[in-house]
């Protein structure tokens, strides 16, 4: 590193997670450079001599954006920090992976948890989680990171850190629908509760811990999602439940819902392994216009009788 406590990060991806966590480094007193498509910073330029890469971009753009960090070749030091949260349509990788595979050298890292970039950039007090293999690595980053005002943990499952945020926009979606059809807060509590079972029997199949899912990359993502209007994954549902076409919502909707193309994966992945997720399931019927938002709920409250556990 160039300095022990003075960094030179790089943050790809300019959207409103990306500007935020810009200007959380920038705080921090670090040497911080931004680069997106439509920027004038040459992405060469942008990564040159960087100690970390914060990957902010939408889950479509991380495999191209990748590939073209790897012709700019990126220094043998530098640890790349993946805040994408959403599952490749091609490969049914996670982000993390993809970054992986290109630069097997590199350390990588995950960064999640309950962050609703609009609160943390009006200096709301917030909490993230960051994983990697590397334990080094993530220490790094949660020194660089944190703040009195944004609090880092680490841990040792970049897998299910990362599941954990990426699952949940699936059930965010499920639960603006119950908002927007007005079931009330038992209902909701059901559905959250119930939902989570699920993200934790397809993160655990897929290698994640059990714990991790009921730590802030799991159940406080969760939370944060499925309770805030600001969750744009929320918004697609709760809209849906008002009749907006799924077309319309997407196209007047101020940044990207990553629930829904999850939602397509994931269903490709559950029928592959043969996972149950009830849940996700009618949420993909409702996306892809196979129910209405009120035959999604029914479907859910009619499932056979059976144990909890």
């Keep these: 590193m160039s300095n022990p406590s003075i960094y030179q990060i790089a943050v790809?991806?300019?959207?409103?997670?990306?500007?935020?966590?810009?200007?959380?480094?920038?705080?921090?007193?670090?040497?911080?450079?931004?680069?997106?498509?439509?920027?004038?910073?040459?992405?060469?330029?942008?990564?040159?001599?960087?100690?970390?890469?914060?990957?902010?971009?939408?889950?479509?753009?991380?495999?191209?954006?990748?590939?073209?960090?790897?012709?700019?070749?990126?220094?043998?030091?530098?640890?790349?920090?993946?805040?994408?949260?959403?599952?490749?349509?091609?490969?049914?990788?996670?982000?993390?992976?993809?970054?992986?595979?290109?630069?097997?050298?590199?350390?990588?890292?995950?960064?999640?948890?309950?962050?609703l970039s609009k609160e943390i950039g009006q200096g709301l007090p917030a909490a993230t989680v960051v994983s990697g293999a590397n334990k080094a690595a993530a220490e790094t980053v949660q020194t660089a990171l944190s703040s009195d005002r944004f609090r880092v943990y680490t841990n040792s499952d970049p897998i299910g850190t990362e599941l954990g945020g990426t699952l949940k926009n699936v059930i965010a979606i499920a639960v603006g629908v119950c908002d927007g059809l007005q079931l009330g807060t038992n209902a909701k509590s059901a559905l959250i509760t119930r939902a989570l079972t699920e993200i934790i029997r397809v993160g655990t199949h897929l290698g994640g811990q059990t714990e991790t899912f009921f730590g802030l990359s799991g159940l406080g993502d969760l939370l944060a999602t499925c309770s805030s209007p600001l969750?744009?994954?929320?918004?697609?549902?709760?809209?849906?439940?008002q009749g907006n076409s799924l077309e319309q919502i997407l196209a007047e909707l101020q940044g990207t819902a990553e629930g829904v193309n999850t939602a397509?994966?994931?269903?490709?992945?559950?029928?592959?392994?043969?996972?149950?997720?009830?849940?996700?399931?009618?949420?993909?019927?409702?996306?892809?216009?196979?129910i209405t938002p009120r035959q999604a709920v029914e479907a859910l409250m009619e499932r056979d009788l059976k144990p909890e556990a």
């Excluded at 990306?18 to 910073?41: M, N, P, Y």
């Excluded at 590939?67 to 990788?93: E, F, M, Y």
């Excluded at 969750?231 to 439940?241: A, I, P, T």
């Design 264 to 290: 397509n994966v994931l269903i490709e992945i559950a029928r592959r392994e043969n996972i149950p997720i009830p849940v996700s399931l009618q949420v993909y019927r409702l996306l892809n216009g196979k």
């Design 12 to 115: 790809l991806g300019t959207g409103a997670w990306g500007s935020v966590l810009a200007k959380l480094f920038g705080q921090k007193g670090h040497q911080v450079r931004l680069w997106t498509r439509q920027g004038e910073i040459p992405l060469a330029d942008c990564i040159a001599e960087a100690d970390i890469v914060i990957s902010a971009i939408s889950m479509k753009g991380v495999s191209e954006v990748a590939t073209r960090v790897k012709d700019n070749q990126l220094p043998a030091h530098t640890i790349l920090v993946t805040a994408t949260k959403g599952l490749d349509t091609r490969t049914s990788c996670t982000p993390s992976q993809i970054w992986q595979e290109v630069f097997p050298q590199n350390s990588v890292v995950v960064l999640s948890g309950p962050n």
């Design 231 to 241: 969750s744009r994954n929320y918004q697609v549902g709760f809209k849906l439940s």
